[in-house]
């Protein structure tokens, strides 16, 4: 077996709580710090900075990679970022310690099935949300957490065709927002995923305590 094979009889429900890291209301925001896929004692060291900060981590690493940042995150849950577009993508991303797990609705009806196979492993599944013109149909779907992608105003124009009874995450993992951007995202979304240079700022544990309170 090479390392990034997994034995579905070994997988093991998820017992870190990621949708009470996400599931605002919007009353408050939460900003997820986003762990690189190769930066290897880079990323492990922004886990032990961040340990009192922040509420989780997300990551597109998958296999091994992502099991390495898993154990490395203790009590804060990992959300894998990496699609997933079958049951064994899921399976597989839960076996290597993801607490939840992002849905690629490109699938026709078959996406929706996934929702099941997330939540029988209590992982938290987040669909995707591709354009302002899917949301809508999205919204009327089975799934109640959403990743919403784009700049500010793309987010806020989509934001707005969600419940608020929907968990809504923005992922600005690989953007650099600044200060005035996330919070301008204050009441309209739950979470937002941030890049490394985001929370790497000296100003970014001021900003947790601003936009989480």
């Excluded at 296999?63 to 577009?85: E, N």
């Excluded at 690629?104 to 591709?130: C, F, I, K, N, Y």
């Excluded at 600044?178 to 790497?200: K, P, Q, W, Y």
Aim: glycine fraction near 6%; hydrophobic fraction near 50%; proline fraction near 4%.
């Amino acid at each position: 077996m090479s390392s990034d094979d997994f034995d579905v009889a070994r997988i093991v429900p998820s017992m870190r709580d990621l949708p009470a890291g996400l599931s605002m209301r919007r009353r408050s925001l939460a900003l997820i710090a986003a762990l690189g896929e190769d930066e290897g004692d880079a990323s492990l060291g922004d886990v032990a900075r961040l340990e009192e900060t922040v509420r989780g981590y997300s990551t597109a690493a998958t296999g091994p990679a992502l099991r390495l940042l898993a154990r490395a995150t203790k009590d804060l849950p990992v959300l894998a970022t990496a699609p997933c577009r079958s049951a064994l993508d899921c399976q597989r991303n839960r076996y290597f310690g993801a607490d939840g797990v992002c849905i690629d609705p490109a699938q026709g009806t078959h996406w929706e099935e996934l929702l099941g196979v997330a939540r029988s492993m209590r992982m938290m599944p987040l669909v995707l949300v591709p354009s302002v013109a899917e949301a809508a149909r999205l919204a009327a779907s089975e799934a109640r957490a959403f990743v919403l992608h784009g700049e500010i105003e793309h987010v806020l124009a989509t934001s707005a065709l969600f419940q608020k009874a929907a968990v809504l995450v923005v992922d600005w993992s690989t953007t650099n927002p600044d200060a005035a951007d996330l919070r301008a995202l204050s009441g309209h979304v739950d979470a937002v995923l941030v890049s490394a240079a985001c929370h790497r700022d000296e100003a970014f544990e001021a900003l947790v305590a601003e936009l989480d309170a």
